[in-house]
């Protein structure tokens, strides 16, 4: 009778916890600031193009509030993806402000990131993870790379043909 007894309550906390592993695994918590890097390959002078992304997440009821950042070259621009979006279990659907199609990020559970629709230069999705104080740094030398590249003079635009100077 003893051995029923343990076997039914090591039954019932088994249930209890595979219940909250799979609810916690189905749902994920979105806010905060996360971050990546996009790849995107060699110009012209060989330089190798990055461009920082991040990512805020705010709850808003039933829907979240996007805001991108990227960083391109010195400036930092509001992203085509900040909008709204909303939860589908481990996948985050957002609506673009712009009115353009909506696109789905995933959720992996395994190493806590975030796989989005950017791609970089060889094909792979751009991957974010959470901001911790641990990344600050890192983030920053990004930024001041991604500036540095843009500064040098071989990646200036030349415009004398827009400008019709034909001198």
Same mark, same amino acid.
């Given at each position: 009778?003893? &051995?029923?007894? *343990?076997?039914?309550? +090591? ?9 909250? +592993?799979?609810? %916690? ?11 990546? *890097? ?6 012209? !002078?060989?330089?190798? /193009?990055? /461009?920082?992304? $991040?990512?805020?997440? $705010? ?6 509030? @996007?805001?991108?950042? @990227? ?23 957002? $609506? ?6 909506? *696109?789905?990020? %995933?959720?992996?559970?395994?190493? #806590?990131?975030?796989? $989005? %629709? ?10 974010? &993870?959470?901001? %911790? ?10 930024? !001041?790379?991604? *500036? ?7 990646? +200036? ?5 827009? #400008?019709?100077?034909?001198?």
């Amino acid at each position: 009778m003893k &051995k029923i007894l *343990v076997l039914i309550i +090591a039954l019932a906390a088994a249930i209890a916890g595979g219940y909250f +592993a799979a609810t %916690s695994f189905f749902t994920s918590s979105w806010e905060g600031t996360w971050w990546g *890097v996009q790849d995107a390959g060699l110009n012209w !002078s060989g330089d190798n /193009i990055k /461009i920082l992304e $991040t990512f805020t997440f $705010t709850s808003n009821g039933d829907s979240i509030i @996007v805001d991108q950042k @990227v960083q391109r070259g010195a400036r930092e621009l509001t992203g085509d993806l900040s909008g709204t979006a909303v939860r589908d279990g481990g996948r985050l659907t957002i $609506t673009p402000a712009d009115g353009s199609s909506p *696109v789905s990020f %995933s959720f992996n559970r395994m190493n #806590h990131t975030i796989e $989005t %629709s950017l791609t970089n230069a060889d094909g792979t999705p751009v991957v974010l &993870k959470k901001v %911790s104080d641990s990344d600050s740094a890192e983030i920053e030398k990004i930024r !001041s790379e991604i *500036v540095r590249t843009a500064q040098n003079p071989a990646n +200036a635009i030349d415009t004398t043909i827009s #400008h019709g100077d034909n001198e």
